[in-house]
């Protein structure tokens, strides 16, 4: 069953630590994004990477870091420097920058 | 400024009646456009998307129009169901940027029984 998949589906996170969010795509995608919607808007770009090895940073990508060392893997750290983290990430991935991007699950995060 | 607008941020239909979303977009350099349909707590879902050498595209049961003129987008949906109650969005990638996909802030689609 091809797809994209974001674990898990609800995080925690304590003041001042950093949490990791995971994202795999087994659909041989070369393109991923990790994405932040906050409650009513739309979506906005944190990082994205066109290849393995390489990634760029988005719209909004302080605070967050990322890794992509895997052609299937693309986690993303929300780190303590981000102060207002509680939101619902989304990861999406396409063949090629440019072309439709797919979806996965989601990840709420939420601060303690 | 890039923007990717809505008209109406919530559109309530009869189930069997046929639903119009609109999107608005500034950028006349886009050349893709795509409607994502989104329900409570999941990821968006790909419905149907259209390049800008198009003015229409038909799937099943959904029509994309798109006018460059005034840079107008709509989505049709046929025959209305109660599974299509849903938050959709308008996303448009600029021809000019290598990754920019310009999302807009949603339309909450309300089906009535």
């Known amino acids: 069953d091809g797809g994209i998949t974001q674990s898990p589906k609800y995080l925690f996170r304590k003041e001042g630590q950093n949490v990791t969010l995971s994202c795999e795509q087994n659909l041989n995608h070369d393109a991923m994004y990790w994405y932040r919607q906050d409650p009513g808007q739309g979506l906005r770009l944190i990082y994205y990477?066109?290849?393995?090895?390489?990634?760029q940073k988005g719209d909004i990508a302080e605070g967050y870091s990322v890794s992509r060392e895997k052609k299937e893997s693309f986690p993303l750290t929300v780190t303590s420097a981000q102060k207002n983290p509680t939101a619902f990430y989304l990861c999406?991935?396409?063949?090629?920058?440019?072309?439709?991007?797919?979806f996965g699950p989601g990840t709420r995060l939420l601060v303690l | 400024g890039e923007s990717v607008g809505l008209h109406l941020p919530t559109l309530s239909v009869q189930e069997g009646d046929n639903s119009i979303i609109n999107c608005a977009y500034s950028n006349s350099a886009s050349d893709y456009f795509i409607w994502y349909k989104q329900e409570s707590g999941k990821g968006p879902q790909f419905i149907i998307d259209i390049r800008s050498n198009m003015d229409k595209r038909q799937g099943q049961r959904v029509t994309v129009l798109l006018n460059k003129t005034v840079k107008h987008l709509s989505l049709q949906i046929a025959a209305t169901q109660p599974g299509d109650s849903a938050v959709y969005f308008c996303?448009?990638?600029?021809?000019?940027?290598?990754?920019?996909?310009?999302f807009g802030s949603g339309t909450r689609l309300l089906v009535r029984p």
């Open positions: 990477s066109q290849i393995v090895n390489d990634f």
């Open positions: 999406a991935s396409s063949m090629r920058l440019q072309e439709t991007q797919y």
């Open positions: 996303a448009e990638n600029w021809a000019d940027s290598s990754y920019k996909l310009i």
